[in-house]
């Protein structure tokens, strides 16, 4: 009698477990990435076109793919020191970079401002500082920046953040380049202007 009680309890359970495997669930929230311009990264220079695109896309998952795995942002020495005090600089590897980066798109959405008007980046390439023509596994390639984000007390349409940028690209055996190290200088002192560092240590 036991024996089938338990063949019709399995198939019964089988039945009630099998419903919650095989619900329809709901879709994922899509990537704003997924209209965001993306050029496969065979040259140094084409990660950062890659960069401008998706921060201004707010892809969190486009921003980081500029990134390699050991990523780490450098501050300018004169912004650590004057706001040691207030924010955190050091051990800036790729999971705080992500991190940082989402508290950044999240506070721009919720300025609630019109959709071209939360982000803009522009790296403006130095005459007196070329890109390598022909690098191999590794090149460092120099930017100035003015970075705008909806939401910041640092950057925003009045003040965008400014400074200059050296990238410490590397290649991976598949030719595809990638951002190791972000390198930030000052171009003028604040309150005037603001480093995208400042930018980010503000809500890190």
């Not at 401008?52 to 998952?61: D, F, V």
């Not at 050091?90 to 970079?97: F, K, L, P």
Request: aromatic share 14%.
């Amino acid at each position: 009698m036991s024996k089938f009680i338990l063949v019709l309890f399995i198939p019964a359970l089988t039945a009630v477990v099998s419903c919650s495997f095989f619900e329809p669930r709901d879709p994922a929230d899509p990537d704003p990435g997924e209209e965001i311009p993306w050029q496969q990264p065979y040259s140094p220079s084409t990660v950062v076109v890659n960069l401008e695109n998706s921060m201004e896309g707010r892809s969190i998952a486009m921003t980081m793919a500029c990134c390699d795995s050991s990523y780490m942002f450098i501050a300018d020495g004169a912004d650590t020191t004057e706001f040691a005090a207030s924010w955190n600089f050091s051990d800036w590897d790729y999971g705080v970079e992500q991190n940082t980066m989402m508290n950044i798109f999240n506070a721009a959405q919720a300025s609630l401002l019109p959709e071209d008007s939360l982000i803009s980046v522009t790296m403006i390439t130095v005459s007196s500082l070329p890109d390598p023509v022909a690098p191999a596994d590794s090149a460092d390639i120099y930017r100035d920046y003015e970075i705008i984000a909806a939401g910041s007390d640092y950057c925003g349409w009045d003040q965008p953040a400014k400074g200059r940028v050296m990238f410490r690209m590397v290649e991976d055996t598949y030719g595809l380049w990638s951002m190791k190290r972000w390198y930030d200088y000052r171009s003028s002192t604040p309150p005037d202007f603001y480093t995208w560092g400042v930018v980010k240590a503000a809500v890190r």
